[in-house]
C-alpha cells in the first residue's frame, strides 16, 4: 500500500509512540520541517519540469514558475512563425554580468544570458527584441503535503527519506536526543541512496549509448 499524509500520520504517531495531543497537533509541522530539508539535501527529487511560452518585446524580468527550485536549462526558437526549429541556449550568468554586458534594458536584441533576479524572477540580456518561443527545464518542489494534498513526489518514490525526516524533526521538539543518531542514521541511509540514484539518472543523460 503506497503512503499518503493521512498514513504518514499514523505511522509517526507509532514510531514515537506517543497519544498526547500536543505531540499530535505537532506531527504536521514536522512532516512540514522534513519537507524542507529533503527538498534543500536531496540532489534531484525528481520533479523535472518543462514549460513553454513566449517572451515580450522590450520586457527583461520574467517571473519563475510556482515551486521553481533550480533551473536545468533555457533555450528559446528562431525562425518563420510556426516553424522556429532552430533552438538557441540561453546562458546562465552573474547578476553583475549581465547587467555589465547589457547595462541599457530599454535597448533590445536576441538573448543571451539570463540570471536569478532575486528569488521569483529572471533577467534576461539582451532585451528581447521579438516575441521568441522560449522552453524552460526545471527542477520543481514536490506540493507540500496537507490533509488535501494525501501524495506527493516524495510519498509516492521516497516514503522511507520523507517518514525518517519527519522522525527526525520531532526529536528536539520532543527532547528525545538519544533518538537523533537513530533517526538519522536512516534518514542518511534513504537519502544517500535518492542521491546515488539521481547520480545514476545524470550519468546516464549524460552518455552517449550506440544501444540499449
Not at 525562425?79 to 547578476?95: D, M
Not at 538519544?178 to 539521481?198: C, F, G, M, T
Request: hydrophobic share 30%; with cysteine; aromatic share 14%.
Amino acid at each position: 500500500m503506497s503512503m499518503t499524509y493521512n498514513s504518514l500520520l499514523e505511522q509517526i504517531e507509532n514510531y514515537l509512540d506517543r497519544n498526547d495531543q500536543d505531540t499530535i497537533d505537532q506531527i504536521p509541522n514536522f512532516i512540514s520541517q522534513a519537507e524542507q530539508r529533503i527538498c534543500r539535501e536531496s540532489k534531484n527529487i525528481g520533479l523535472e519540469v518543462y514549460v513553454t511560452s513566449t517572451f515580450t518585446p522590450t520586457q527583461s524580468v520574467y517571473p519563475k514558475p510556482g515551486r521553481w527550485r533550480r533551473t536545468i536549462s533555457f533555450n528559446y526558437g528562431t525562425g518563420p512563425v510556426g516553424l522556429e526549429n532552430k533552438r538557441n541556449q540561453i546562458q546562465l550568468r552573474s547578476y553583475e554580468f549581465v547587467r555589465n554586458y547589457w547595462p541599457n534594458s530599454t535597448e533590445t536584441g536576441a538573448p543571451l544570458y539570463y540570471c536569478d533576479y532575486g528569488y521569483t524572477n529572471f533577467l534576461v540580456s539582451p532585451t528581447p527584441d521579438l516575441a521568441y518561443p522560449f522552453e524552460l527545464a526545471y527542477l520543481e518542489l514536490p506540493q507540500p503535503l496537507s490533509f488535501i494534498v494525501q501524495t506527493n513526489w516524495l510519498t509516492n518514490y521516497a516514503p522511507d527519506i520523507l517518514l525518517y525526516g519527519a522522525l527526525l524533526e520531532s526529536a528536539p521538539y520532543l527532547k528525545t536526543d538519544e533518538r537523533i543518531p537513530v533517526w538519522q542514521k536512516y534518514y542518511d541511509r534513504a537519502l544517500n541512496s535518492l542521491n546515488h540514484q539521481d547520480d545514476m539518472r545524470t550519468t546516464d543523460r549524460n552518455s552517449y549509448r550506440e544501444s540499449d
